[in-house]
């Protein structure tokens, strides 16, 4: 269990361009979760995926945002035409449904964006 | 729609000493879950201690535990014998029906040598 991982940790960009950032889960979770952390504030919930299913989406998520889970691994969040709004930390968040108890989400280590 | 409230923007604690960081919460639901994060600067975020809304007693992680008010939702972590590396900002969440957390603010927490 080697735990969340996220790539890039960060990334700067300009305004306008496309930006995709990867989220590996923990290998037998399968619900994943994207978050959205800017300065000062705590993470806000934007997408969640069991398996392969993008089950909800927040209002956050405009349609500027898209993110998928092929085959239920790892998952991408892409944002296109990048404004400036849209720097934050963007946390990734895994868990395992089914068994008995509360279902924890473990977090992996953030994507900081810059957009200048 | 549920909300998770921290009060308290920032709290200081001298070293070896014990520290309550509050949380308050609404929900209609009755059955839900609480957590408390720890976010070290440049960090993830690690799972401090959890609490199941049916169960009475109070989590307890080492130096870690919760007063947990289920009439006044109300969910406090108190740190015991604070140390240097508890030094961090720690963020209460809720997570009900919808598998999404709430997150509160945050409070940073420093600690003094």
């Known amino acids: 269990d080697t735990g969340v991982s996220q790539d890039p940790r960060h990334k700067i960009t300009k305004r306008g361009q496309n930006v995709t950032f990867r989220c590996d889960p923990i290998s037998e979770h399968n619900r994943l979760y994207w978050y959205r952390q800017t300065l000062g504030q705590g993470p806000e919930f934007l997408t969640y995926?069991?398996?392969?299913?993008?089950?909800?989406k927040s209002r956050l998520l405009s349609d500027r945002f898209s993110a998928e889970r092929p085959k239920g691994s790892f998952s991408t969040l892409e944002i296109q035409r990048t404004e400036q709004g849209d720097s934050a930390m963007y946390l990734c968040?895994?868990?395992?449904?089914?068994?008995?108890?509360?279902?924890?989400?473990?977090f992996g280590p953030g994507t900081r964006l810059l957009v200048l | 729609a549920q909300t998770v409230t921290q009060s308290q923007p920032e709290m200081s604690v001298q070293e070896a000493e014990t520290v309550t960081l509050s949380c308050t919460y609404d929900t209609s639901e009755s059955d839900y879950y609480l957590f408390w994060y720890k976010q070290p600067p440049s960090r993830q975020m690690i799972l401090v201690i959890r609490q199941e809304a049916y169960k009475q007693q109070n989590a307890t992680e080492n130096r870690f535990s919760v007063n947990f008010q289920k009439a006044a939702k109300s969910f406090s972590l108190k740190i015991s014998d604070s140390q240097l590396g508890d030094a961090a900002m720690y963020f209460c969440?809720?997570?009900?029906?919808?598998?999404?957390?709430?997150f509160g603010t945050g409070t940073r927490l420093k600690v003094l040598a």
């Open positions: 969440a809720f997570l009900g029906g919808t598998y999404k957390y709430i």
């Open positions: 995926f069991q398996n392969e299913a993008q089950l909800e």
């Open positions: 968040a895994s868990s395992i449904s089914g068994l008995a108890g509360v279902e924890t989400q473990y």
